[in-house]
């Protein structure tokens, strides 16, 4: 079972940008394809983006060209680097396995904040 603990958020102005780190414990943490998925208050928890265990890559269409994933197999460990962040960016952002049927236990997330 893998786990996950989600760092990097915080409150940053419109077109600004932030790094999430999300650190995974588990033997199997190479062999998963592992996305970030955030969700806005009142609203579904939704896809954002998902790098597979070989690094090919693909993005939801509102975040395509401004959000970039990657990972790091020897440190457990998958980025999302995120500019040109806007109002709508702003939500709880998770990391968890992927696809959504093979979602584990959800760590506590971190929390983005774009003001305008």
């Known amino acids: 079972q893998v786990q996950f603990v989600e760092s990097g958020g915080g409150l940053v102005q419109a077109g600004g940008s932030l790094r999430l780190s999300c650190a995974a414990s588990g033997s199997t943490f190479s062999i998963n394809a592992i996305a970030w998925y955030r969700q806005a208050p009142g609203q579904q928890r939704l896809w954002v983006a998902f790098?597979?265990?070989?690094?090919?890559?693909a993005y939801a269409d509102d975040v395509k060209g401004r959000f970039t994933i990657s990972r790091d197999n020897a440190k457990n460990t998958v980025y999302l680097q995120m500019n040109s962040l806007k109002p709508e960016d702003t939500a709880v952002y998770y990391c968890?396995?992927?696809?959504?049927?093979?979602?584990?236990?959800w760590g506590q997330g971190t929390q983005v904040t774009v003001s305008s």
């Open positions: 790098v597979t265990s070989g690094g090919s890559t």
């Open positions: 968890n396995r992927y696809p959504r049927h093979y979602v584990g236990a």
